[in-house]
């Protein structure tokens, strides 16, 4: 089983372990979450040579990466699971934040 995880950054990242400091966003087989994820997800630009170019490895989630605080990364966070959750695939279970979690986590 394949867990999906997001970083402070709202950098996702895949992988059997959570790397430190990341949250569980999802997990399921392989392909099948993947896919899932990077339909819903944002896709990050990279530079190169000055110009954006589309980069579909890098996947973030919306509102992450321009929140002001932790408080409004929690909730973009949040907000996106609740979304994601509502008809993921049949093999892919979304790990949703309580939001006591989210008030412990301050």
């Known amino acids: 089983m394949t867990r999906a995880y997001c970083f402070p950054s709202g950098l996702i990242g895949f992988g059997h372990d959570i790397p430190k400091g ?3 966003i999802a997990r399921g ?3 099948e979450l993947r896919d899932f994820i ?8 990279r530079a190169r ?3 954006l170019v589309a980069a579909s490895d890098i996947l973030l989630v919306p509102g992450m990466p ?7 990364a929690r909730n973009a966070l949040l907000r996106w699971t609740r979304f994601i959750a509502i008809r993921p695939p049949k ?3 979304v790990i949703l934040p309580t939001e006591r979690s989210a008030a412990d986590a301050r």
């Open 38 to 45: 990077a339909v819903k997800a944002r896709h990050g630009y």
């Open 29 to 31: 087989p392989r392909k």
């Open 22 to 24: 990341a949250r569980i």
């Open 49 to 51: 040579k000055g110009v």
């Open 66 to 72: 321009e929140a002001d605080d932790a408080d409004a």
């Open 91 to 93: 093999h892919v279970r």
